[in-house]
């Protein structure tokens, strides 16, 4: 069975595929407040607002996250890590995050 035809067929993502989903549904929960309490000091709110709008003209969703991989001394580690997709989770179109469903 190919990769393609487990996804298919199976609903049965590669590894990889459903590890980086679970740790961007564990960001975007932390963003949204609806996670534990501990998982909200891990990932702080970015000061200042957001900027205007990316390079691609599109306007940022209003609650931006302070990315730790963008520190001078940071390590490849961390951006494999959940740490690294606080820049994914950055850039996610605004009617995606600000969006709440209960």
Known sequence: VSVLESLLLFSLAPLNTRRGTAMLGMTHRAVL??????LHAL??????????????GRRRHS?????????PLRVDIMDRSVFGLV????FLPAGMVETVRE
């Open 33 to 38: 407040r609806q996670s534990p309490e501990h």
């Open 43 to 56: 990932f702080k709110a970015k000061s200042g607002g957001p900027e205007p709008r990316s390079r691609q």
């Open 63 to 71: 609650r931006q996250l302070e990315d730790v991989c963008l520190e």
């Open 87 to 90: 820049y994914v989770c950055n």
